[in-house]
């Protein structure tokens, strides 16, 4: 069975929803849209205080190439333009709205029939899914449109589904495999049209064996895609795994990006999007989102509207158990901790963990015993160890020399650490101030 | 015996070919380096701090032989006194410098801003800012895991374990300025000392509006402006709902002290005020609420 080539580890999977079905989440009293729900610049409100909005519309626009507009998940009237406490516990511009109803925007096609036929050009692809603020729904919530415009001289030669969900506890995109394969299906095909490539391969590992035989049975149906199942191993949903672990190809270190090597990487939620946007006219508004917890009553995956506190997710799926130790926003790996449970569902928001005290407590640090385990693990075939010790005593100059801006920050290093040293702590600090470092010398340019 | 005469031979032999050689190296190839440069590195205070702006002690003596003037150039660790020294080696004239000492802006003790949330990564502040907000509701203010003690070289800045922030020992801080540049926050400035060790300055570098400076701690600017209104001698700024107080128009009158509704101004050093004439009066009241009771 196909996987990556380098490191990877097998943390224990965890999946205590995937039986649940999407249900979907009541509407909040109050909606809150932070304006920098995605890579690239914040972007620009459109609607002021007292406006009325409904389902659909347009409350801020893309403030350049590299972003996305927000569009309003539910309808009723602007209550202020103010800041909110995202999950990175600082604050930041966002739009409130109070909910009244839930009127929708004619445009939009409510109907579950499924439209399977789409005549538009690449170019009107392109738009639309600008239009509708699609961004890459696997967290990273990097613009799809910027995605599917290849720059100069580069040519895609396929397009990769990514539906690995490679982090433990997570099942949205599991369950909207199992409950929407054709409209999936339906937007691999429209990227496949945007990026005028007749090859599309959808990665899912193993551990999901009835979306492998379901997506199988359907993809026969549509030309050109293939469903290629994957040992499990994480990070293979990293794009660069994923793109080595299904077409054997390596993406040379940054700048250099998947459309070097002809890759369109895609998450399976980003297709379902790309479906409901060129075919419902429907804007990215609401997704999938996996509350779960070991201690949890009724770990769930609810279809929320965004700007829904996750407090209410939690709410939903039986409240907040007595011995949670952490919050976090997105899986145990990747994911992070968050300062309140009042933060807003975003784009990106793939997740709500509620960790107890046991598995979220930190153990204390020893000294690294040289055993390379870390070394081992990483996937981008780092030396963890060093650029932590290195950025730790802030040699800045050393990190860049050992390619610290090739760390995908999986967490792999920290994982299997016996020492339990805090690897990624440090690594994030150095990547952060050699990122600094790196604009800094070409804005001089 | 015969062996030994030889090895001792050739080896003479080839220490004396190389001596020859590198004496003709040294005096051929020699650099000329002002010796006065020697003499003044020899006068600094060998801390290597970088306080001056210059790589070292030996990079500083050569940047003042160099231009040829004093001005602008300051040792902060050994100060006046070290500059005169200089001059006096260089045959120029130290310009008067003002001295200078690292203050905290921040008064977000533990008793003031509310823990919210707890953090348990590397007790670094470095890396706690890249990670999130902080412990507590304010985004601006100190982290506390002494980022800048690690920084001090002269054993100056001391976290108070009952605060949770850190403080300067005036006596020993030398204004070198790396505590300054080792906090995220830039929440550390280095100050003119003032007139007899007197200055006042803003404790706080919160720019969130009032309502939500406020409400994550209880000494936070909250950019209300009395200060800027009640100063004589314009020297108080108001920028991002912060102010700012400018050390080279204060006169250390104290009135923004006073005026602070959040007590965010701090003036320190003062010999305690006199009790105006209407404090014994409001003091008086209290105690006869007290007595009724």
Not at chain 1, 290 to 309: A, D, E, I, Q, W
Not at chain 1, 416 to 445: E, F, Q, W
């Amino acid at each position: 069975m196909k996987t990556f080539r380098i490191g990877g580890v097998h943390p224990a999977e965890n999946k205590l929803s995937a039986g649940k079905a999407i249900e979907t989440l009541a509407l909040p009293k109050q909606a809150v849209f932070p304006l920098s729900q995605h890579i690239g610049a914040p972007a620009v409100p459109v609607v002021k205080k007292g406006d009325v909005v409904k389902v659909g519309t347009k409350i801020a626009e893309a403030g350049g190439f590299v972003s996305a507009a927000i569009f309003s998940s539910v309808s009723g009237k602007v209550n202020k333009i103010d800041s909110v406490i995202d999950a990175s516990g600082y604050r930041k511009p966002a739009i409130f709205i109070d909910v009244e109803g839930d009127e929708w925007e004619e445009s939009i096609d409510r109907s579950t029939e499924l439209v399977k036929e789409c005549s538009l050009t690449p170019e009107e692809i392109v738009g639309k899914i600008k239009n509708a603020g699609v961004v890459g729904m696997g967290g990273a919530c990097f613009p799809t449109h910027v995605k599917l415009t290849p720059p100069p001289g580069c040519r895609a030669e396929c397009v990769i589904i990514n539906a690995v969900e490679c982090e433990p506890y997570l099942t949205a995109d599991h369950r909207l495999m199992l409950e929407h394969p054709d409209e999936i299906l339906v937007g691999v095909g429209i990227l496949m049209r945007a990026v005028k490539v007749s090859k599309a391969y959808i990665g899912i590992e193993n551990n999901k064996p009835d979306a492998i035989r379901l997506m199988k049975e359907k993809a026969a149906a549509y030309p050109g895609i293939e469903v290629v199942p994957l040992k499990v191993k994480y990070p293979q949903g990293g794009e660069k795994q994923l793109i080595d672990a299904v077409i054997g190809r390596q993406v040379p270190a940054p700048p250099a990006i998947p459309i070097n090597v002809g890759a369109v990487v895609q998450n399976v939620g980003t297709a379902f999007a790309v479906y409901e946007a060129v075919q419902k006219n429907k804007p990215l508004f609401e997704r999938v989102v996996t509350v779960t917890g070991k201690s949890l009553k009724n770990p769930s995956n609810f279809l929320t509207r965004m700007g829904t506190p996750m407090s209410q997710l939690i709410e939903a799926a039986g409240g907040l158990p007595e011995d949670t130790g952490k919050v976090i926003g997105g899986g145990p790996m990747m994911g992070k901790a968050l300062a309140n449970t009042e933060v807003p569902i975003c784009k990106g928001s793939s997740g709500v963990l509620l960790m107890n005290d046991k598995e979220a407590r930190r153990s204390a640090p020893q000294p690294c015993i040289r055993c390379a385990k870390c070394v081992s693990a990483c996937p981008m075939g780092l030396e963890p160890y060093l650029l932590a010790t290195c950025s730790a005593h802030g040699d800045w100059e050393r990190v860049e020399h050992e390619m610290i801006m090739s760390c995908i920050e999986c967490g792999s290093c920290q994982f299997t650490c016996p020492s339990h040293r805090p690897m990624l702590d440090y690594i994030r600090l150095g990547k952060g101030k050699v990122g600094g470092i790196i604009r800094a010398r070409n804005a001089k340019k | 015996m015969n062996l030994i005469l030889v090895a001792v031979i050739s080896l003479g032999a080839i220490g004396l070919v190389s001596a020859i050689i590198l004496y003709v190296a040294s005096k051929k190839f020699a650099v000329y380096e002002d010796p006065r440069i020697g003499e003044v590195a020899a006068a600094l205070p060998q801390a290597n701090c970088g306080g001056c702006g210059y790589p070292g002690c030996s990079g500083f003596a050569a940047a003042c032989v160099k231009a040829g003037s004093l001005e602008g150039k300051l040792c902060p660790v050994g100060g006046q006194p070290v500059m005169e020294k200089v001059a006096a080696i260089l045959g120029l004239e130290a310009t008067a410098s003002e001295p200078k000492v690292a203050v905290v802006r921040c008064n977000g003790t533990c008793a003031n801003r509310p823990r919210v949330t707890q953090y348990d990564g590397v007790r670094s502040c470095a890396v706690a800012n890249s990670t999130y907000g902080g412990e507590t509701g304010c985004t601006f203010g100190c982290l506390g895991c002494g980022d800048c003690v690690t920084a001090c070289q002269f054993d100056a800045i001391h976290m108070n374990p009952e605060t949770g922030l850190p403080e300067v020992d005036e006596s020993k801080c030398t204004a070198c300025g790396a505590c300054s540049k080792a906090c995220p926050r830039n929440i550390i400035e280095i100050r003119p000392k003032g007139k007899n060790n007197r200055r006042v300055y803003v404790q706080c570098v919160n720019k969130d509006k009032g309502v939500v400076a406020r409400k994550a701690c209880t000494s936070a600017c909250i950019g209300c402006g009395k200060c800027v209104k009640v100063c004589p001698f314009e020297a108080i700024t108001l920028e991002n709902n912060l102010a700012y107080i400018d050390p080279a128009k204060c006169k250390s009158c104290r009135k923004c002290e006073m005026e602070c509704p959040q007590g965010a101004i701090v003036a320190v050093n003062f010999p305690p005020r006199k009790p105006k004439p209407e404090a014994p009066a409001a003091e008086a009241k209290p105690a006869q609420t007290v007595a009724e009771a």
